[in-house]
C-alpha cells in the first residue's frame, strides 16, 4: 500500500553536499575545499577543475542536462539562465562538458534586473561568481550552482553578497571579544538562522477566476466572510487531507534538496499554514528559504492550488510573516546567547546581550526598513502582525537582570545565587519566561532572537545582513572601550552597565498590540515609521551609511541605489494595485451592479428599496473609480521622484481604501448570482 520511501533514503538526495563530494572528488581537493571554506581564502584552479569535474558526473548520474549560475538579484526572488551540458565533438556526435571557468564565473545578461542606476544601460553584462559556501543542488535536471552578482564595475547587485560580507564582519568582531574575554579557543563565529514561513494556500480554480489574486497576489476588496478566525478552530487543528497531500509532497520536495523541513501545522486564519525548517548557517538558510518558496508554490500547482506569500492576501484576517530566528554561535559550538551555567559565560551573554539591545536600539530605522516593503505595509501594525515600532522583548526574568544591573543592585529573584553587579552573574533564564508573546517585533526565545516583521514573501537576506552588521559594529566598539580601559573586569562590568542603562528603552515586554503602546513608544523617543515611504528617507541615512560601508557590507553608491530600487519597487505594486482595481470595477462590479438593478422588477415594494441602497452605492462607486483614475492619471504625468512616493503612499492607497469599502458594502448587499468574484467565504473556507 505504502511505496513511499523512507525520508533517510532521499534526505539531500539531489544536493552535491560534502557527502556526496566525498564520492566524486578525490581526497586533497576535498581538504582543499574545506580549508579555502573554513578560512574564506581563494580556491586555487585545480581544485576548481576537480570540483566541477566531480559536479558534473554526479549531476548527469542524476539526470541533468543542464547547468545554471543560481543567483538572487534585488528583485528578492532568485534568477537562472540554464546552459547544456552538451557540446557536439565535431563527428556528429556530442560530448558533456562543464569546466572550472563554467563553475566559477558566468555572464548572465544583466540589463533587465533592477540595478538601482548602478549599471549603465550600454554596459549590460554582469559577473555571476560561485559562492563554494553553499551546496549545488538539481532541480528539474537543471544544475544549480548558488552564485553571488554583480556588475560589470564589480557592484554588487545581489542579495547574498551583503549577507556574506556581514557574516565576515560579524565572525571577525565577535572573536576578537571573545579574545578580550579570555577565549583563546574559537576560531569562527558563524550566524544560525531559522525562517518560519507563513503562507495560504486556497483553490487554484478560485484564484484564477480573480484578477486582484492573479496580478497583485492579494485581494483588493471582499467583504469579510461571515465566520473569520474568532474560533480559533483552526490553529493547529487538524489538517484536512488535500492540505495534507501537500504538505506531503512538499517535503519530500524539501527533503530532497536537503532542507530539513521540521513543523507544519495550519496557523490561526483559515487557509493560512506554517512549516517551519531547522535551523543552519545563515548563508544555507537563505538559499533554503528561497527554494523553499519556489518549491511551495510548484507543489501547490500540482495539487490544483495556489500557494499565497503575499503578506495580507485578505483583509480582517491575519497576514503571512516569516520569523527569522537568529542566534550566533562558536565554531565550537558554543550558542552566544545562551545564558550559559558558569559565571563566565554569564557575563559574555550578558555583553553579546547587551551588544544586541544597543545595536537595534541605535540602528532600529534600519531594521525596520528591512522589513519595509507595499506587501508588509498592509501587515505591520494590523491588530495581529507586530507593529511598526522597534523595540525588543527579553521576558520579566531578564529584564530584572537588567534593571538590577542598570540600579547597581543585588538582584535575589527568580535566581539560586543572588546576583551582585561587579560581582559573577549567576543567570538561568527558564525557556519558558522567554515566553510566547506574539505582539514583539523582536524577541529574545532563550537563546536566540526571533524577528518576527519579515514579511513572508520577502528575502530573508537583508534582514539578516542588518542583524549581522548591527552586532558586529557593536561588539566592535565594545572591544575598543574594553581595550583602551585595559581590559579589566569592572571595565567589563561597567560598560554591560553603561549599555544596557542607555538603551533600556529599547525593552519592551508589554503588548505591542494595545493603542497605549504608540503613546509609550513616542515618550520613550522610539520612532513609528508607519510604512514603506516613511522609511525611504530613513534608510539612506549618513548613520546607516556610516555603519554599512565601515563594516565592508555596501559603498555609498550600492546603499542609495538599493533605496532607489525600493522606492521605484514600492511605487510599481501600488500603480498595479490602482490600475487592477480600476480594471476590475469597470469591467466586473459596475456591471453587476448594473445587472442587478435591472434584474429587480420593482413589482414589490421591498425591491425599490434594494434599488435604492444598491443604486447609490453604485453612484458612490463610479465617483471613488473616477476620483482613482484621475489621480492614476496624476501620477503618470508625475516627474518628481518625491511626489511620486507620497502620491502612492497617501493618495492612490487612500483612493482604493474607499473604493474598497464601497466594494465591500456592495458585495454584502447584491444578490450573488451576480457577482462577478469568489468571495471570502469561497476563497477562505472551500478547502
Ligand atoms: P516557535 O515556537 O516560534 O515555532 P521553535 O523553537 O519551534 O519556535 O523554533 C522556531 C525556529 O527556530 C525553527 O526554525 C528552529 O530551527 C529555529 N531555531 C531553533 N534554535 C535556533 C538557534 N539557536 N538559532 C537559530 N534558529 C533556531
Ligand atoms: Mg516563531
Known sequence: ????????????????????????????????????????????????????DGM????????????????????????????????????????MEFSSKELIKGEPDASSFPSGGLRSTFEARGYSAWDPTSYAFIKDKVLCIPTIFCSYAGEVLDKKTP??????????????????LGDNETKRVTTNIGAEQEYFLIRKDLFLQREDLRLCGRTLFGADAPKKQELDDHYYGAIRPEITAFMQDLNDELWKLGICAKTEHNEVAPAQYEMAPFFGPANMANDQNQLTMEIMKRVAERHDLVCLLNEKPFAGINGSGKHVNWSISTDGGENLFSPGKTPAENTRFLLFLAAFLKGVDEYSELLRSSAAYAGNDNRLGGQEAPPAIISVFIGSDLEKVVDAIIREETYDGAYDDALAVGKDVHLQIGRDNTDRNRTSPLAFTGNKFEFRMIGSSQSIASPAAYLNTIMAQELKEAADELEAAGNTKEALTALIRKMLKEHRRIVFNGNGYDEAWIEEAKRRGLKNLRNTAETIPEYASEKNIRLLTENGIYTRKEIESRNEIRREK???????????????????????????LNSLTLRYAFEQKLADEAGELGGKLLEATQQLEADIRRLDACADEGEKLSLCSEVLTADMRTCRSVIDSLEKIIDSRFWPYPDYTELLFSI
Open 1 to 52: 500500500m505504502n511505496n513511499r520511501k523512507n525520508a533517510g533514503e532521499y534526505f539531500g538526495s539531489l544536493v552535491f553536499n560534502e557527502g556526496t563530494m566525498r564520492d566524486y572528488i578525490p581526497e586533497t581537493s576535498l581538504k582543499a575545499w574545506q580549508e579555502s571554506v573554513k578560512n574564506r581564502s581563494v580556491l586555487p584552479e585545480k581544485i576548481a577543475a576537480d570540483i566541477a
Open 56 to 95: 558534473k558526473r554526479w549531476a548527469l548520474e542524476q539526470g541533468a542536462t543542464h547547468y545554471t549560475h543560481w543567483f538572487q538579484p534585488l528583485t528578492g526572488e532568485t534568477a537562472e539562465k540554464h546552459e547544456g551540458f552538451l557540446i557536439p565533438d565535431g563527428r556528429d556526435g556530442f560530448r
Open 163 to 180: 549577507l556574506l560580507r556581514s557574516s565576515e564582519a560579524l565572525d571577525r568582531e565577535a572573536v576578537r571579544v571573545l579574545r578580550l
Open 570 to 596: 514600492y511605487c510599481s505594486v501600488i500603480t498595479i494595485e490602482a490600475r487592477t482595481l480600476d480594471e476590475m470595477i469597470r469591467k466586473g462590479i459596475l456591471g453587476a451592479v448594473e445587472a442587478y
